[in-house]
């Protein structure tokens, strides 16, 4: 299980070029993106509508690494309109905390600190260049809808695809 006290004790830095932490002890989705992906750009409309539809859910994006800019971070947000707070790892302590590995990544944790969810937002992407025609599971809105309504949720994870968190 994750603690909130270390998750709210790494340091990010938010669209102002501040140092800011996580601030929640409620159900949080950590959305792990790279500006220049083109599956974190297509999956924002996606993100921001479960933003909207979940509102008491703390939705947070996480770029890891210190390869973007605090102004190329703002302009993606503002870009591809996501919703929520865009934070960057600079040191990648957070995304190496809660094992980040890939852009997109998701993790849901629940209002304990426990990992419930960790991997794709839905089965839209099969592999890189690869999409179905159709999505058949919406695995972040269902873990959400779950976790929303109080139904007990076991912990799971699916694989996701995208590219792999370097070192940068």
């Known amino acids: 299980m994750l603690s909130w006290s270390k998750l709210s004790s790494f340091h990010l830095i938010d ?5 800011t932490n996580l601030v929640s002890e409620k159900l949080t989705v950590l959305l792990l993106l790279s500006p220049e992906c083109p ?6 409309p996606t993100t921001a509508k ?11 994006g996480i770029i890891p ?16 309109k996501i919703n929520f707070p865009v934070l960057i790892d600079k040191n990648k302590m957070l995304t190496k905390y809660i094992r980040g590995t890939t852009t ?24 890189l260049g690869q999409k179905r025609q159709v999505i058949t599971e919406n695995y972040l809105d269902q873990a959400l809808q779950e976790l929303s309504t109080k139904k007990t949720t076991l912990y799971k994870e699916t694989k996701p695809v995208g590219c792999l968190i370097n070192d940068l």
């Open 15 to 19: 669209k102002n070029g501040r140092n």
């Open 39 to 44: 599956l974190c750009q297509n999956y924002a």
């Open 50 to 60: 479960l933003q909207l539809k979940y509102p008491g859910v703390a939705f947070y």
């Open 65 to 80: 690494g210190a390869a973007y800019t605090v102004k190329e971070v703002e302009e993606f947000s503002r870009k591809f």
């Open 104 to 127: 997109p990544e998701v993790i849901v944790i629940n209002r304990i600190g426990a990992v419930t969810y960790r991997g794709l937002i839905d089965n839209w992407a099969v592999s």
